[in-house]
């Protein structure tokens, strides 16, 4: 080792292994990074967190790094930065160790960009920033101010090779550079003993206040909005408002809240809800922006409402081949009969894939668990109950018997009290129940998201059948 280092070209370590690693990192993950942008997918989240951390990690490391480590060592200052220009006006060689001035600025530029493309990004994920237009515009025009910065540094690094007369870029890898004469070579060991130890101590509050501030904000950002709480006043371009809590304030629990020791049956019912418009079940902001995956030819439909289960899968489960084979409804996409049975934690890693994007923040796990368990244990055969025709097989006077005791309290003995349509287009249980039974079917069984209405899923299936059945001998006008 010792012979190596006294070779006639004196080579010294200057950049110590973290600055090392920290660089070849970050070119990986950024090249992974821009390679999975586009979709918002897992690799492309994660690369970003492996860079927020590398970066936080530098900046740390700026200050409690070996010498050409430190920030303090290169730090462009406009002194330093005159020096060098005239030098070089002047042809005089100014040998650096470190970074020259020029080098700096691009490093701490670099460094900020990918700061503020993590922030950003990660941002795009949070609840309260979710969909927000300016969010992701910053995103995309740091990312490529950065892609483009890049090849300008490679050509800094390849004239200023030219220009010592050494391979820069080696440098970077093996961590050593010729040395001006009177330099001593140190090796890495020697290096961190001298140049870092002491400076450990005071740095550890810098650690602990960065760690602090990153949990901070982490917590500030994923805040769930509480319950009470109006919808958020921000001005969201991109994020439908939250659905109006139910005017019904004594009963709010009922129909958002989730029972202390939940039974299998509740949350089936809820799951239910979920399936059918799981931004009022939960009454958070819907996405504004169209589903990604909803079919481009299908132009009836845009906004949140792609983003309801039913209507990519419909109310009887068996998408492209049954309900919504045609009309405007029509997607191409294969129902989730097929799913019946699976274990529920597969259906919730599904809910996260490319084709349906709905992230933690979006519906929360629980949430996701609970649609997830309907997809597999609470489905019921539409095709057993609903003719073709729309026509219902039940008994109509089992059903009228449970209408009057039960339905008849909100919607009046004639299904009239509650006009779901307009006082002049008037639409009533009745005028629902001929017109969809399918998803008449699954709202009795699982109640209605985000309103006041009960869901007979304790019951046998029978008795919601039944009711579907007289509801259609209700009045429609
Ligand atoms: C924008 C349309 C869309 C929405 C909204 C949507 N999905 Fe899907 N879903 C798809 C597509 C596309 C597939 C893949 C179908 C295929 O393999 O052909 C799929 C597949 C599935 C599968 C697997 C089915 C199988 O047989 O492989 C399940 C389960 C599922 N979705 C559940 C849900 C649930 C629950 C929701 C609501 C939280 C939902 N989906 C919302 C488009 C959607
Ligand atoms: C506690 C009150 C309550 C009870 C009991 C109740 N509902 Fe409802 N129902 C509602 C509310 C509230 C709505 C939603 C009204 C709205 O859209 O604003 C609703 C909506 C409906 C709809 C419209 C569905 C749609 O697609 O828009 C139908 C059909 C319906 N109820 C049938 C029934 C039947 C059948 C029963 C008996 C099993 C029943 N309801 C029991 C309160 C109730």
């Known amino acids: 080792m010792a012979g190596a280092r006294e070779a006639p070209a004196k080579k010294v370590l200057v950049w110590d292994l973290p600055v090392r690693v920290f660089h070849w990192t970050v070119v990986g993950a950024f090249a992974i990074a821009w390679l999975t942008a586009g979709g918002r997918g897992s690799v492309h989240e994660l690369s970003g967190y492996v860079i927020l951390a590398l970066v936080i990690f530098r900046i740390w490391w700026g200050f409690a790094g070996t010498k050409h480590a430190r920030f303090a060592d290169f730090f462009p200052t406009p002194r330093r930065l005159k020096a060098y220009f005239v030098a070089l006006v002047l042809g005089k060689k100014r040998h650096h160790l470190g970074h ?88 890495e060991e020697e290096l961190f003993r001298e140049q870092t ?3 450990l101590r005071s740095v550890e509050a810098f650690a602990f206040m960065s760690v602090m501030i990153a949990a901070g904000t982490l917590v500030w950002f994923n805040i769930e909005l509480p319950e009470e709480a109006p919808p958020p006043e921000r001005e969201q371009p991109e994020v439908a408002a939250a659905p109006k809590p139910s005017p019904d304030v004594d009963r709010r629990d009922y129909v958002y809240g989730v029972p202390p020791s939940p039974t299998l049956t509740w949350m089936l019912a809820s799951g239910g809800r979920l399936y059918d418009k799981w931004y009022a079940a939960l009454r958070v902001p819907a ?10 030819s299908n132009t009836a439909l845009s906004g949140a409402e792609t983003w309801r289960c039913k209507n990519c899968h419909g109310w009887d489960y068996r998408g492209r081949d049954g309900q919504y084979a045609r009309g405007k409804h029509r997607t191409g996409i294969r129902g989730i009969r097929r799913a019946i049975g699976w274990d529920p934690r597969k259906i919730v890693a599904i809910l996260g894939d490319a084709n349906h994007r709905y992230t933690n923040v979006i519906i929360p796990p629980d949430a996701k668990y609970r649609v997830a368990l309907f997809v597999s244990k609470g489905q019921h055969n539409t095709n057993r109950y609903i003719r073709r025709d729309g026509s219902v097989r039940g008994s109509r006077q089992r059903g009228k018997a449970i209408f009057q005791n039960l339905c008849a309290i909100c919607h009046g003995f004639d299904g009239k009290k509650i006009n779901f349509g307009t006082p002049e287009e008037p639409i009533y249980v ?28 304790a019951f046998r299936m029978r008795n919601a059948v039944d009711v579907l059945s007289y509801a259609q001998t209700l009045p429609t006008k």
């Open 100 to 187: 020259n001035p020029i080098g700096a600025l691009m490093i701490f530029t670099l460094l900020a960009l990918l700061a503020g493309i993590c922030a950003s990004g990660w941002m795009m994920l949070t609840r309260a920033y979710f969909g927000i237009q300016w969010v992701r515009d910053v995103h995309t025009v740091l990312s490529y101010t950065a892609l483009f910065l890049l090849p300008l540094h490679v050509l800094g690094a390849i004239l200023s090779s030219i220009a010592e007369k050494q391979n820069l870029v080696l440098a970077m890898i093996t961590g050593r550079k010729r040395a001006s004469p009177g330099i001593e070579a140190k090796s």
């Open 197 to 199: 130890l002491d400076r």
């Open 287 to 296: 996405p504004r922006e169209t589903h990604p995956r909803w079919p481009a």
């Open 430 to 457: 009745g005028t629902y129940a001929k017109r969809n039974p399918w998803e008449v079917l699954h709202k009795i069984r699982n109640g209605f998201p985000g309103k006041t209405m009960v869901a007979l899923r």
